[in-house]
């Protein structure tokens, strides 16, 4: 069956700095592309970058350019976010999640979710 597990959410401050993970089993991790993905309380959930199988396609809905950067080490069946000069209007909790396709700056679909970490940012 198929796991999705993210980890490295946490409490920063305005300005700081965090690096969420995503570690992925059950599946061929390097034929698929991957998505992370937000939701504030009372708000929608909103996706915020995906990355093609192998790198070469990125996503980045337009409150984060700039900002975040999404990676994959396929070796390690590992999804990565870089998040930097955070916002408080980036607390959320993130979710990582298996999309459809990443081509030509968009993503479209999600098919497995993992539990979500916290991301609170302090004004």
């Known amino acids: 069956q198929v796991q999705v597990v993210e980890t490295g959410g946490g409490l920063v401050q305005t300005g700081g700095s965090l690096t969420l993970s995503c570690s992925v089993s059950?599946?061929?991790?390097?034929?698929?592309?991957m998505g992370w993905f937000r939701q504030a309380p009372e708000k929608e959930r909103e996706r915020v970058s995906c990355?093609?199988?192998?790198?070469?396609?990125?996503y980045y809905r337009d409150s984060v350019k700039g900002r975040f950067t999404i990676s994959r080490a396929n070796a390690n069946n590992t999804l990565y976010l870089q998040m930097n000069n955070l916002k408080p209007e980036d607390t959320a909790t993130y979710y990582c999640?298996?999309?459809?396709?990443?081509?030509?700056?968009?993503?479209?679909?999600?098919?497995?979710w993992g539990q979500g970490t916290q991301v609170t940012v302090s004004s």
């Open positions: 990355i093609s199988r192998l790198g070469t396609d990125t």
């Open positions: 059950g599946l061929t991790f390097s034929i698929t592309p």
């Open positions: 999640a298996t999309v459809m396709q990443v081509r030509n700056g968009f993503c479209a679909g999600s098919q497995y």
